[in-house]
């Protein structure tokens, strides 16, 4: 039952996640990985079949999400690079 309340948790806390805005939807991704994927595996999940669906869509849609903010972040750091070295000169 524990792995169970335990399961149920973790996709609440994803769901929630979904609702985020941007960069706090991005750190706080990082934070449930470390919580409940970094020391263990997804195959000790307890969840139910439509669950199981729901999680699946919204690891995939985090997954893309991710990636873009991967993008913006890399974007913004090399402006704020260009912006470093033009006050520079």
């Known amino acids: 039952m524990e792995r169970r309340n335990r399961s149920i948790k973790a996709l609440s806390e994803l769901i929630y996640i979904d609702s985020l805005e941007s960069f706090n939807k991005a750190d706080a991704l990082v934070e449930w990985f470390k919580e409940y994927l970094e020391k263990d595996s997804i195959e000790n999940f307890d969840l139910n079949l ?11 849609k985090n997954i893309n999400f991710l990636k873009k903010q991967q993008e913006i972040t890399k974007e913004e750091l090399l402006k704020t690079q260009k912006l470093k070295r033009f006050l520079k000169n």
């Open 50 to 60: 439509e669950e199981l669906k729901s999680m699946e869509e919204l690891f995939f």
